[in-house]
């Protein structure tokens, strides 16, 4: 466990909800791209099978949390891209 991991994933962690929020009372792809955010949520899985495989701690948590954010933000892509385009 570092706390330098732990302040890095708090940080990265705080600006999804704002973006989640954003994302769903907009229902607009407006600003957002979908590979971004596919390639923050593979770096965020490799972080977890990282801590599973090889340093197994609480700090898991916090790489759960955030790829479960980034997730949620996919699937609103998904869903305004779709209501955007029929």
């Known amino acids: 466990m570092s706390i330098f991991e732990i302040i890095m994933l708090i940080c990265f962690g705080a600006a999804?909800?704002?973006?989640?929020?954003?994302?769903?009372?907009?229902?607009?792809v407006a600003g957002k791209s979908v590979i971004f955010l596919v390639i923050v949520f593979i770096g965020y899985i490799a972080g977890i099978m990282h801590k599973v495989f090889y340093n197994f701690d609480f700090v898991i948590w916090l790489y759960?949390?955030?790829a479960v954010m980034v997730f949620v933000d996919i699937l609103l892509y998904i869903r305004n891209k779709t209501a955007t385009n029929p």
Not at 16 to 28: D, E, G, L
């Open 16 to 28: 999804w909800p704002a973006s989640i929020y954003k994302s769903y009372t907009s229902k607009s």
């Open 64 to 66: 759960v949390l955030n």
